[in-house]
């Protein structure tokens, strides 16, 4: 492996600065994009480039109001219930329907409902009708001339109508701003290209293509190019060239592959290289040929808010709209949340309504944590002079998702297990109103939630050593404050994960002890923790003589996938997690896997709804084909205080 | 004119019932739309029809989490500060890159910063490494067989991240339901043909494609059919095979050329004619062969909000996904709103923030008042049970436009002008940030509105009779208790509005009071009725005597529109709105048209870009294009209290 350079100078740049110094850079280059005339039918979406007006009024005519007659007001004065008036058809009257155009003579409607028909040309009426009654004058809704769009107007639906209303067939708009994009680095292989050694799958580009569409833009995306200077510089040439601003991908890190922020300076000038955000520092702002290009980081969580931070606005700039912003919630922070100083932060965070309190709790704090992204439903800004958040502080938090949504879903904090997943996408698919959120702390941390009013029900399967039971006595302990229920999930077995063949051939909890044997353990207050410790203390073996007892992950997936790969040779985990990647299983025993709900919630329509999923025909035949599961009293109501 | 059959009995079925009914109904036929496979790169937008699980693990291998030197953790012990350890590439180390694969025999990562290069193969630690120390683990983000998405979720750019980092290439989604549409109606033309006499463009039917994209359907227009039962029963016949749903506009109010409920009741069954809704009662909505198909009026706002309240739901319901309902806000209503009990009502309101106060102002209610929709902030929905609001009344309005962006409108309420649209485009395209609001009331109107806090400024042009002297008095009279100070505007000419060439030689104020002459007034409270009742006065005319002085307009341009359209002889206007209809005009005389504003505001950002846009060039350039007006005095800020 060849010994590398190392470029260990970036800078920490305020992100408020950044934005401001490189928007006054490109400012002078945004000028002058180009405007394209659009059918108004195509239009929608497109951001007008002057303001439009109307070619017609609408109505184009005096139009009847109403069904009716149509009579002359004058003919009329002197009708009333004393003194019903008789007219004649075509002589005092005609019939008319709403929207019909009114000619002369005739200046009034009188509406259907008020006119006796007397016979085939005769009817009576018992009021007089004032001039223009009734009718709605040319003009009433869009007059001709009037504007009925402004310049830098996003064309919607509504829109569209008022425009082909007032006449006008065709708009101006400005082109949608090309973006390019360049995926870089050697480790990147396509989606369809075969896995290799040390290679990732290039995702970020596409995640950017649908931004960039959403925020109004044309995305343009190229090949990935390996890290090599002169390809590089070749294809960023060309991406200049062909778009309004690029977007380099991967390869910014300070590291000896990086080669992007080099390109950038031979080829124009590079403003800023490293911002003070977490995730998202080694960030490269430059300029070539007076247009934008970027050097955006490579991992998808850093990739996304440095996108969100510069490149969103930048968009917004060319269409002359303000930068789109998410909305804005208030809620409280469950858990405390530390911050360095030295950069600004962007927390991923869930929310959920419990007892009318907006609850956020944050998520998976590593820059890649792709799923971070999927599940959050928002975002918690820690600015740069910020060390964090207390648990309990109000904070207003950035919604990634609708409040109508994080309003019908049922907060769920404890124990992982597989069928929580499947659990949310059957309720989902019975009720599209409702969610099911689930955050993996462990079982005692669900208990912990639920007690603070966190959560709406804690999954949990804590065994009472000293009872050999499961579940109850736990929440007595823990909850004795609140009036509790146990709803009966699910027996799951749990055992020993080990690849497949078992080639270190182990058996049991005295071969963890072995030199040749590394384990991978859970996390403190996890339900299977408390499991493995209840099993080290009846075998009389000390933690500390098993290599790998400190290592924790926090999912039966996450321990399995640890053993699949061979980082470790065993972990303890539940069957379903050891069939879904092929692995070798050793039983060592049932345990009971149920949910602790507060009693007040029984009667919530979305836990009612989560029982009867529970119970579901389909939920039993997808647990049978995860294998290990056993359901006969799920949903069984067990009332604890 | 033929006699007409008249259908007379519409129900009035309340909206929620008419809903929960309607979709009882179909909701058994709405099962089993088709599924397909689409690439993942293209399934932005898209609803899964099954959840989606990982095939492979992200990362894919053990990785570097730092640049750096990866190292077997057993050979670092001992290492400190005191005691620094030297290690040999190759044999102890190697050098390593975030993201690179962890390979045997090394089992942790220490980064660059902590490591001292010594010489070409050799480098120096003064700590140890745990195992696993800095090393992403495989699955650490992603673990294969674990759900990335479930399933009725729609994909957002994120997702096409996760899902292609999990080795997704292709996902099962919905079929995207079809939604036929068919405008119909004799009087309906398309946009690009000539207008006619009593002519209508067709343009629901482009609305309702923009929101069926929008809402994830397919929209299939066809093209507008005349009143003919025969080729209506073809074209919906097919529509009715073609689609999943159809939508049939227009033509289907109780009048004799309603074939609409006919024809649904002929070729499958009305559920329901009549809806206790404002606008839009006359909604039908039936079914054929097990598909629903609606009959949905023509006045635009009408086809707004029933598509909105029926067809919009029933595409949700078709995707598995929950009905898209807009974000609420609470909100200050400034004007009484009366409401019948009979129906449910939709009222378009302005929304402006003033003293951190959300107030709510109503528009237009006029059913076809499309504009009202493309202005419209808001819509307050008043129950079937209420009678309406009281002013100063805090209520529910649902959010048509972004709360960013009503926060930084400046609420404009009082006389109308050309200029105040001009206005907006200006500021608008000054800075994307800021938008105008403008609520033609009247100059009174507007001064009261600002007495009350509900406006930022108010546009008058009020001649105090007895000074000769415009708008300071009344300022001074109306709003003794506020700090007011006055923006010096334009001066614009006001004038008799004529037909071309002035057919009926009207010449001076004496001749409105001829029999011949219909006159069109402005509404009590304009400064342009203040003025006409002031030359009155002057002239010793009566009002009475005028024929169509009780006929009022609320702006200069409907004024012009009814002049133009021959429904009036002759108003009272703005040389502009003569001039952008091309008719002639007789001046009487000079006016100044100011802004009243709160002199609290004029510190505000927003009120100094007003100012700016005011003084600015580009307005005076369309001014002198408008023409009529004067403006060396625009700007000019004078403190009146």
């Known amino acids: 492996m060849k010994k590398k350079e190392r470029n260990l ?111 085939e040309e005769t009817v009576e009426i018992i009021k007089a009708a004032s001039p223009w009654h009734d009718i709605r004058p040319i003009g009433e809704d869009i007059v001709a001339h009037e504007m009925i769009v402004p310049s830098h107007h996003t064309i919607r639906p509504v829109d569209l109508g008022a425009l082909l209303s007032g006449g006008i067939l065709e708009i101006e708009v400005y082109r949608k701003p090309k973006v390019g994009i360049m995926p870089t680095g050697s480790e990147i292989i396509e989606p369809h290209e075969p896995m290799g050694e040390g290679k990732i799958i290039e995702s970020n580009s596409r995640v950017f293509e649908g931004l960039i569409k959403e925020y109004g833009g044309n995305p343009n995306r190229y090949s990935p190019v390996a890290d090599d200077y002169g390809l590089l510089r070749e294809q960023l040439l060309a991406a200049v060239e062909e778009n309004d601003m690029v977007i380099i991908n991967a390869g910014s890190s300070a590291g000896s592959e990086d080669y992007t922020v080099k390109l950038i300076r031979e080829l124009g000038e590079v403003l800023i290289h490293g911002i003070a955000t977490r995730p998202g520092k080694p960030t490269i702002l430059g300029i070539i040929q007076g247009k934008p290009v970027m050097g955006i980081p490579g991992y998808p969580v850093s990739a996304y808010f440095v996108f969100d931070t510069f490149a969103k606005p930048l968009i917004a700039k060319y269409l002359g709209q303000g930068v789109p912003n998410r909305p804005r919630v208030e809620a409280v922070v469950s858990k405390r949340i530390v911050s360095a100083l030295k950069h600004k932060e962007y927390v991923r965070m869930k929310l959920g309504m419990v007892d009318d309190q907006l609850i956020a709790t944050p998520l998976n704090r590593g820059a890649g944590a792709t799923m971070s992204l999927v599940r959050a439903d928002g975002i918690l800004i820690i600015p740069q002079n910020s060390e964090g958040v207390e648990a309990g502080e109000r904070i207003q938090v950035e919604l990634l998702k609708d409040m109508q949504d994080i309003h019908h879903t049922i907060v769920s904090i404890g124990s992982h297990d597989l069928i929580m997943d499947m659990m949310g996408n059957y309720i989902h698919r019975q009720n599209a109103r409702y969610h099911l959120s689930s955050a993996h702390v462990g079982s005692l941390g669900g208990l912990m939630a639920l007690r603070r009013g966190e959560a709406h029900m804690a999954p949990i399967h804590l065994l009472d050593e000293a009872y050999g039971e499961y579940n109850i006595s736990f929440v007595k302990k823990y909850l004795s404050n609140l009036d509790m229920a146990l709803i009966k999930g699910v027996k799951r077995i749990q055992g020993f994960i080990l690849p497949k063949e078992n080639p270190k051939n182990i058996k049991n909890f005295h071969d963890l002890t072995r030199e040749d044997v590394q384990f991978v353990n859970r996390q403190r207050g996890a339900g299977t923790r408390i499991l493995v410790d209840y099993k080290l203390k009846e075998n009389q073996i000390d933690g500390g003589a098993i290599s790998g007892y400190d290592r924790e992950m926090t999912t039966h997936m996450a321990v399995a996938a640890a053993v699949a790969s061979g980082a470790a040779d065993v972990g303890i985990g539940v069957l379903s997690a050891a069939k879904a990647l092929d692995l070798d299983f050793i039983p060592i025993g049932d345990e009971e896997y149920d949910f602790a709900v507060p009693t007040k919630y029984l009667e919530n329509t979305m836990i009612k709804l989560f029982i009867k999923v529970l119970q579901s025909h389909e939920l039993k035949e997808s647990l049978e084909i995860m294998g290990g599961y056993k359901f006969d009293r799920a949903g069984e109501i067990i009332i604890i205080n």
Not at 64 to 82: H, L, N, P, Q, R
């Open 9 to 119: 100078y970036l800078s920490n740049v305020d992100v408020e600065e950044a934005l401001d110094l490189y928007f006054r850079r490109v400012d002078e280059h945004l000028y002058g994009l180009d405007v394209e005339k659009v059918q108004v039918i195509e239009s929608q979406g497109r951001v007008t480039a002057s303001p439009v007006f109307a070619r017609l009024s609408s109505p184009n005519h005096n139009a009847a109001a109403m069904d009716g007659i149509a009579v002359k007001a004058k003919t009329t004065f002197g009708a009333s219930e004393a003194n019903p008036m008789r007219l004649k058809q075509n002589r005092d009257f005609v019939f008319i329907d709403t929207g019909d155009p009114i000619q002369e003579p005739y200046d009034a409607v009188i509406m259907i409902e008020d006119v006796v028909e007397i016979d």
